[in-house]
């Protein structure tokens, strides 16, 4: 099993940046595939952004691509998510995830471990 911390969020004007974080610890890190969901108020779990444990596929939602770029550090057991040019709509609370089937990760947007979350509020 693994352990996930987020940091990094905060409040940001549109338009502006965040690179959030994510502590794991587990001797199995590099072997989970990674990625990050959003939720906010009032709304369902959203699907962000994935990579597998290699690092070398990323998969992104259509709502953050081209604005969003997912990476891990496996040598740090640390996985980031660079948001640029951020938008009102993107405020959420962000949660780290570890996910054993990527194929199902990104067919459904589910994954088997997470993390607290950590808040991003962008506004206008």
């Known amino acids: 099993q693994v352990q996930l911390v987020e940091s990094g969020g905060g409040l940001v004007q549109a338009g502006g940046s965040l690179r959030l974080s994510c502590a794991a610890s587990?001797?199995?890190?590099?072997?989970?595939?990674m990625g990050w969901f959003r939720q906010a108020p009032g709304k369902e779990r959203e699907f962000v952004a994935a990579?597998?444990?290699?690092?070398?596929?990323?998969y992104y939602a259509d709502s953050v691509k081209g604005r969003f770029t997912i990476s891990r550090d496996k040598a740090k057991n640390t996985m980031y998510l660079q948001m640029n040019s951020l938008k009102p709509e993107d405020t959420a609370v962000y949660y780290c995830?570890?996910?054993?089937?990527?194929?199902?990760?990104?067919?459904?947007?589910?994954?088997?471990?997470w993390g607290q979350g950590t808040q991003v509020t962008v506004s206008s």
């Open positions: 995830a570890a996910s054993v089937d990527i194929g199902r990760t990104v067919r459904t947007g589910t994954f088997d471990y």
């Open positions: 587990g001797r199995a890190f590099s072997s989970y595939n």
């Open positions: 990579i597998t444990w290699s690092g070398g596929s990323t």
